[in-house]
């Protein structure tokens, strides 16, 4: 293979960030690495932005959708991240965000990393404010050195990383394994790279590094108005979907059906992910209990100016990762 490392990034309407990401990734080149962008049909000027990264940096390439009837959804990200793997001519391919910027050094350590030959490497990252002038969360997963797993620690490895692999850009996989996969059976759901890992058992070994090597931009995901349908329905559905995995490991990254619990629609109210459409679409239909179901019909239309301050003390003293769940409760405010 001409290269050694593809940095596929599936994009759509991103010219006011993607520049950032690019700048991050060519400040650090390595010969033996690509870009690949797949543009879902883009209507801003993503176009021009890469344009002008291409003009100095021939190893990016830019595939562009046609833009009518486009808009951001799980399948056209799913479809889009599974054309630039396509596409790409790299042994191994990190499947990049297009709006998060890599760390200094991230690429050399990644570099060095394949040369162990693991079948997937999961990159640490950490969590940042949109403008990155706050750090929220320091690393994800909070391991304190790399770990190697083997074949025979698949649900261990599962239970590691699986929350942090709601963040795409924390995959790093042979381009081969992605291929042997059935991807098109993960298009919709969102997270088709968590289905191509977890679909059955993956051989080789696994490597998942301890420093961050990715900066976050939280809070600028462009299916917020979708959260509570992704968080409560569509990524635990995925989960449990897993033949592969022991329903100990699933229930240690989700529960079955978060939805369920009363504490958890509360506070998802107060985040404001909650309202009546949700119940309506989501809760109205399932089985449960005359009480749970009018519990359910209350939280969804109760004020959320009421559960602000129950919310805050709830995080603060029941929640490890108080400074992140405060700073999104803060600004689902802002966006009330």
Known sequence: MKY???????TLNRGYYIGETLESIVSQWE???????????????????????????PDIRYVKKDSSGMKPSNEGFDRDCDQSV???????????????????????????????????????????????????????PAILRDRIFERSEWSEFACTVGSH??????????????????????YGSGFIH??????????????????????????NAQWTSRAF??????????IWSFASLPD????GICPREPWRNLTTLLFNRALGMYSWR???????????????????????????????????IYIRTMLSDSTYVLFNLKESWKKK
Not at 33 to 55: F, W
Not at 206 to 211: G, H, I, K, N, P
């Open 86 to 140: 396509v596409l790409a001519d790299g042994e191994y391919c990190w499947l990049m965000t297009d709006d998060d910027l890599l760390k200094p050094g991230a690429l050399r350590k990644i570099l060095s990393s394949v040369e162990s030959d693991y079948a997937v490497v999961v990159a640490n990252a950490e969590v940042m404010n949109s403008d990155f002038t706050e750090l929220l969360v320091s690393k994800r």
């Open 194 to 219: 968590v289905g191509v890992i977890f679909d059955e058992p993956i051989a080789g070994r696994m490597l998942v590094t301890a420093d961050p090597l990715v900066s976050i931009r939280f809070g």
């Open 31 to 57: 010969d033996g690495v690509e870009v690949v962008i797949v543009d879902g049909g883009s209507t801003d000027n993503t176009e021009e932005v890469v344009n002008s990264y291409q003009k100095r940096f």
């Open 248 to 251: 100990t490991a699933k229930l």
């Open 165 to 186: 692999l709601t963040f795409v850009g924390a995959v790093i996989i042979k381009r081969h394994l992605w291929l042997s996969r059935n991807r098109e059976k993960y």
């Open 229 to 238: 349908q992704i968080w409560m329905i569509n990524w635990p559905s995925l």
């Open 278 to 312: 949700e119940y309506q679409l989501f809760i109205d239909g399932h089985p449960a209990s005359s009480a749970k179901k009018l519990l359910s019909r209350l939280i969804a239309m109760v004020p959320r100016v009421v559960l602000y301050i129950p919310a805050r």
């Open 4 to 10: 050694r490392l593809s940095i596929c990034i599936p």
